[in-house]
């Protein structure tokens, strides 16, 4: 946990509003009784009916618990423009400094600012990786730290922006009972004091609630969920056959020593079935005598989500794809035949196979390296 408030010279926090970033519109806040009715609506509809207006397009405003971490998690992605730290819709902005915001009675969430290049990484991809390192179910807390300052949320600034937040949200929603992320446009963001900014940076020793590891896994992440979007109910409906359909989208699980990929071993990738999203490799594939194809890992580890799974009163763990959320398999630990002890145990009728050869031309192409 951070250490406890020590006395220091607070700077006066900068609205945005006085910056090139953007300007807040007044005429978006709601009125003190409409605040006090948001109090008691659920966190995905609090923030609704107001709004912060921005110049800049490509931008999101995350809180993922202390903004030390979440800065510099965002910082190591790739096509990552800038990142600052700061307190979002909170009450009022003589509180909105650090040892205010500490009381955790004052509103504001500690958020970083985060601006990106979308030819280089997409919104998808961003909010996936703040999803990875995030616990959507706990409110007030995240890591060794609690309190309302600490409140998890993703505050949009434009339309846009909307659209994606909630698509993906409505994804990670459905993958958890509760999900207590906060959903809704930006209502003020004032800059957190200097010494918080690029804090990790300057104490690479210091407190963060994201293991490290984590951080440089997404600094070297070529796959991005954002070219894989999963498409709306009739149209996967009708892109897949009835047993794709089965397996993918209603969890079922197809036979055993009958399906397409659980002996063949040809050079190539095997993509999501509906998004075409990359997942393993056949680099990674192994004989196993499950009956299914089996694999060590995926291409990049957050490209499939673990979830439990206690279906037929057994205690399993369900792989699903990242972007398109579809039902793949289960993943297991402690197998001999695997070289690694983990077999991806994944139905054929999830994946779709890219000869080697084909990859290029089917888009593909940055993922050759994966048989150099």
Not at 43 to 55: A, L
Not at 162 to 185: M, S, W
Request: contains cysteine; proline residues 4%; charged residues 25%.
């Amino acid at each position: 946990m951070k250490s406890a408030l020590i006395p220091l010279m607070l700077g006066v926090a900068l609205l945005l509003g006085g910056c090139a970033f953007g300007k807040f519109d007044t005429q978006c806040n709601q009125s003190n009784k409409a605040d006090k009715e948001r109090a008691d609506q659920s966190p995905m509809e609090q923030f609704e009916g107001s709004c912060y207006m921005e110049n800049t397009e490509d931008v999101i405003y995350l809180a993922g618990g202390c903004f030390w971490g979440m800065e510099r998690l965002m910082e190591a992605i790739p096509g990552v423009i800038d990142v600052q730290s700061g307190y979002a819709n909170g009450m009022s902005e003589d509180q909105a400094n650090y040892q205010s915001v500490c009381s955790g009675k004052t509103g504001f969430r500690e958020t970083v600012r985060v601006e990106y290049d979308p030819s280089q990484v997409s919104l998808d991809g961003i909010l996936l990786a703040y999803f990875y390192v995030i616990d959507p179910t706990i409110e007030n807390g995240q890591g060794n730290d609690f309190g309302s300052q600490y409140q998890t949320g993703i505050y949009y600034t434009n339309d846009k922006a909307r659209e994606t937040v909630l698509r993906i949200a409505d994804v990670e929603r459905g993958r958890h009972n509760k999900f207590a992320v906060e959903i809704g446009p930006l209502e003020t963001f004032y800059l957190a004091e200097d010494y918080h900014q690029d804090y990790l940076q300057k104490n690479p020793n210091g407190y963060c609630h994201i293991p490290k590891e984590e951080i440089e896994l997404f600094s070297r992440l070529r796959i991005d969920p954002g070219d894989y979007k999963k498409p709306a109910t009739e149209a996967i409906r009708d892109k897949l056959t009835a047993e794709q359909y089965r397996v993918t989208q209603e969890g079922g699980t197809e036979n055993a020593f009958k399906n397409e990929f659980w002996d063949t071993f040809e050079k190539g990738i095997y993509v999501d079935v509906v998004t075409g999203e990359p997942l393993f490799s056949s680099t990674d594939k192994f004989e196993s005598n499950c009956g299914w194809p089996a694999f060590s890992k995926p291409i990049e580890e957050p490209a499939v989500v673990e979830k439990e799974d206690l279906s037929f009163g057994w205690r399993r763990t369900e792989v699903r794809s990242r972007a398109g959320d579809s039902h793949l398999g289960h993943v297991f630990t402690g197998e001999l035949e695997s070289p690694n002890g983990v077999r991806y145990c994944i139905n054929s009728a999830a994946l779709r196979f890219i000869p080697f050869e084909k990859m290029e031309e089917e888009g593909y192409g940055y993922l050759k390296y994966l048989f150099e």
